[in-house]
């Protein structure tokens, strides 16, 4: 089956956070413009997903669930044959998001005033949910490396002396990297020498464009399974974010006692019937689907780096190895983080994450969003390459 990724769905209107955000901070926008920030897709959902919450919604009384031994079986089937990893369903813990889970996380494994470590530029909800749970956090800045990231094991070494857990992302966002097992294990080695706990941000990791393929943290030893948390879900791969629906993974029956301690003192006890059967479905029925939206995804990466070679000066793309999330760097413009901010706002009409809100390293970046039919990325292209050419006239 052909699944389109061309038509473009309105979201006005309708409580997309994305486009609302967009409105109500730039009201002036043209309509024409759309946002390029918010980490969900302007694809439709796979359409066997809409068909399958029909017919429960037909089917079904919509009372307290729980999930269905066919959620957990589709997830480990999932795991098992995307990601080379075979999981037992005892240690699933469904959770409304990944980023709640990591505010239950942060107050499950650490203790007010605890240091916790990041690799900025990263995922800015890193930096509130630690924060606002009382913990300082404790910078390691990625190394950049003629366009391409690396972590830094030496200053992470000397890092992981006072922080006790890592936040850690992988796939990178907002850098695009995908870590290789040999990376990962120098990290995990650090980490159980130094009884640094990980709790890896996952949920990119069906987005994989390049040949290195993804490898779970957890799936690298026994050692490292025992010593960190797998956050995933199907949200990001099939743009089911609205249904709150995520996969926490942990094998240490400790750790896995500590957080549902924290979810039990917090009221917290799943996700929901709807949630449940779209996970599912996703798993057993849309791996087509999936392989169509990378074909694309990898189309809008390679337009953004040949456009950009050829009419935007100024603006290099970092190579994009997963996420659909492509880190530009455009310190070469010449602009500080709110001028460049402006102008992409006010002359390239464009809305995007500044790359300033991902801390350290971030300044001078902008984050845009690949996962937009390829026509409506062109067209925003466009209007970059005419904002440049009127700054430079």
């Not at 992981?160 to 990962?184: D, I, Y």
């Not at 599912?280 to 939206?293: F, G, I, K, M, S």
Request: proline share 6%; hydrophobic share 40%; glycine share 6%.
């Amino acid at each position: 089956m052909n699944y389109d990724f061309t038509t473009l769905h309105p979201r006005i209107a309708v409580g997309s956070s994305k486009w609302e955000a967009m409105r109500k901070l730039r009201p002036g926008l043209p309509p024409e413009v759309i946002p390029l920030s918010v980490a969900d897709m302007e694809f439709a959902n796979p359409p066997e997903i809409a068909e399958s919450l029909s017919r429960c919604l037909n089917g079904m009384i919509l009372g307290y669930t729980q999930p269905t031994d066919g959620y957990f079986a589709a997830l480990e089937s999932w795991m098992a044959r995307r990601h080379s990893w075979k999981i037992d369903r005892e240690w699933v813990v469904p959770s409304p998001g990944v980023v709640p889970a990591l505010c239950h996380m942060i107050q499950a494994y650490t203790e007010p005033g605890d240091k916790v470590i990041v690799f900025p530029p990263v995922y800015y909800p890193f930096y509130s949910a630690i924060r606002e749970n009382g913990r300082q956090v404790l910078e390691c800045p990625l190394l950049e490396k003629d366009g391409r990231y690396e972590m830094d094991f030496d200053r992470f070494a000397r890092a992981a002396e006072e922080g006790k857990v890592l936040l850690f992302s992988s796939p990178h966002n907002p850098v695009g990297r995908v870590w290789s097992r040999e990376e990962l294990e120098t990290l995990s080695a650090i980490c159980l020498e130094k009884g640094v706990l990980v709790l890896s941000d996952e949920i990119h990791f069906d987005l994989i464009l390049g040949e290195r393929p993804h490898t779970v943290f957890a799936a690298l030893s026994e050692a490292a399974e025992q010593n960190c948390v797998i956050c995933t879900a199907p949200s990001k791969t099939f743009n089911l974010a609205g249904l709150q629906t995520s996969n926490l993974i942990i094998p240490n029956e400790k750790l896995r006692e500590k957080l549902l301690t924290v979810r039990k003192r917090l009221g917290l006890h799943g996700c929901n019937m709807l949630g449940y059967q779209a996970c599912e479905t996703a798993y057993r029925e849309c791996e087509d689907w999936l392989e169509q939206l990378l074909t694309v995804l990898r189309e809008n990466r390679t337009l953004v780096e040949t456009y950009a070679r050829a009419f935007l000066p100024g603006v290099k793309p970092v190579a994009l190895e997963g996420t659909y999330l492509q880190w530009l760097d455009c310190r070469e413009l010449g602009m500080d983080a709110r001028a460049l901010e402006r102008f992409m706002q006010e002359k390239a009409l464009w809305f995007t994450d500044e790359g300033y809100i991902f801390g350290t390293g971030g300044e001078g970046f902008e984050r845009i969003n690949l996962a937009c039919p390829t026509w409506v990325l062109r067209k925003a292209l466009d209007r970059l390459r005419d904002a440049l050419q009127s700054r430079r006239a």
